[in-house]
């Protein structure tokens, strides 16, 4: 009978170490997240904006190219300037610091950037003494929280907590890993060039700027005095916008939206073209207009897609054919040669003189050049990715030759 006892009390008293030793463990998780924040515009204003010396790119987003720079925008922190006279050896000038930057444009000499609700105008046109000369305020009123009149956004944080990959606010799941991630010469202005990512775009005196619902139309007639014309209501899920002889051609999540921009400071509703969810750019020549649709992140039907689209009536574009991606991001045209961003799968050029016969005209497929949008440039393809900003010469289309790579800091996960 002593035996039972004493393994009983072995037992008791293992038990009771297993949970103290339990009791000591803790489980922490550490991630980047997008957190919300309220500021008020009157103290973002009051902060001074002046130019810095260079800085390395941390998580670029948009780019943009200009005479012989290139811009690169750093998501709500400001833009890098760097002069890429020699593609093969980008030099990075400087850096401005625009709080709650997205987007950006340049005509002549007057670069636009959004500072979260006002626009921005500064003068580059003495590249070592780059000057803010205009704000116009109130403008991208989206941002506003009306009840309060502060204005949201979200800040890039790094937590440890005990909580798993998935925090929510409001009442919305938010991913913890999620990122946020052509231009044409005018008479009398000079314009920059913007990928097919772009938010902003220039065309016929006026700058063109959509958020998820609307389309706002900015006078630049004069460059360093942009004026607010009015909004468009233009639906939910606007992405992106590309400007081809006086006309708009907007990427949403649900389909293309095409306006006539003939009368630049109103431009009218032409035609939409739907399709099924997805994430959606769009470049366009005189007949066609090419779109990527894919999944990830908000993008929510498991569609990988190049969708050529007939625009030769644009008020009834019609699907021509599609084609299986992997995950298509940005794209750039280059007369009969198409450029598609990938994504995490690398970077693929098409000859698509016949839209007919895409998929049997594949020039090349980088699998190891990551990438999420492109210029196609009079000097080199410009192509953004997670791992930096890198160029190629494509003066041979159906061989890329690497000019050079600028890495980044704190490369992302595309999704």
Not at 248 to 255: A, C, D, T, V, W
Not at 288 to 316: E, M
Not at 339 to 362: C, P, T, W
Request: proline fraction near 6%; hydrophobic fraction near 40%.
């Amino acid at each position: 009978m002593k035996t039972p006892r004493l393994i009983k009390a072995f037992l008791i008293l293992a038990s009771g170490l297993f949970f103290s030793c339990e009791d000591q463990i803790n489980t922490t998780y550490t991630y980047r997240t997008m957190m919300p924040v309220y500021l008020e515009m009157s103290d973002v204003r009051a902060r001074m904006i002046a130019v810095e010396p260079a800085q390395p790119l941390d998580n670029p987003g948009k780019i943009y190219l200009y005479k012989d720079y290139l811009l690169v925008n750093e998501p709500t922190k400001g833009i890098h300037i760097l002069d890429n006279s020699n593609p093969s050896s980008p030099v990075n000038l400087s850096f401005i610091p625009i709080e709650g930057n997205v987007d950006l444009a340049v005509n002549s000499d007057i670069l636009y950037a959004d500072n979260y609700v006002d626009l921005l105008a500064f003068d580059i046109s003495k590249i070592s003494n780059i000057k803010l000369i205009n704000r116009v305020e109130d403008v991208f009123t989206h941002m506003y929280r009306h009840d309060t009149g502060q204005i949201i956004t979200f800040k890039d944080t790094v937590i440890t907590t005990d909580s798993p990959r998935w925090e929510t606010w409001r009442g919305w799941a938010v991913r913890s890993d999620m990122s946020f991630a052509a231009n044409f010469s005018a008479a009398s202005q000079s314009y920059g060039t913007g990928g097919s990512m772009a938010r902003f775009t220039l065309m016929d005196g006026h700058l063109y700027a959509v958020d998820e619902t609307t389309l706002r139309v900015f006078d630049v007639k004069t460059p360093n005095e942009p004026k607010f014309v009015k909004p468009i209501d233009l639906g939910w899920g606007i992405e992106t916008i590309f400007p081809f002889q006086k006309k708009l051609f907007i990427g949403s999540n649900r389909g293309m939206h095409i306006y006539d921009a003939s009368t630049p400071h109103s431009p009218t509703r032409m035609a939409v073209y739907e399709h099924a969810v997805a994430c959606d750019p769009v470049v366009v020549n005189e007949e066609h207009a090419f779109v990527t649709l894919r999944s990830g992140n908000f993008c929510v039907n498991n569609i990988n897609q190049l969708q050529v689209i007939d625009i030769k009536d644009p008020y009834k574009p019609t699907l021509k054919k599609a084609y299986p991606m992997l995950n298509p991001h940005g794209l750039g045209l280059a007369g009969d040669f198409l450029y598609i961003a990938e994504g995490r799968h690398g970077l693929k050029s098409f000859n698509v003189k016949n839209v007919m016969a895409i998929d049997q005209n594949q020039l090349e497929f980088l699998e190891n050049m990551k990438s999420v949008d492109l210029i196609p440039g009079p000097k080199s393809l410009i192509v953004i990715g997670p791992d930096g900003v890198c160029q190629f010469d494509y003066s041979t289309p159906s061989k890329l030759r690497k000019l050079s790579c600028i890495q980044v800091n704190n490369p992302v996960v595309i999704k």
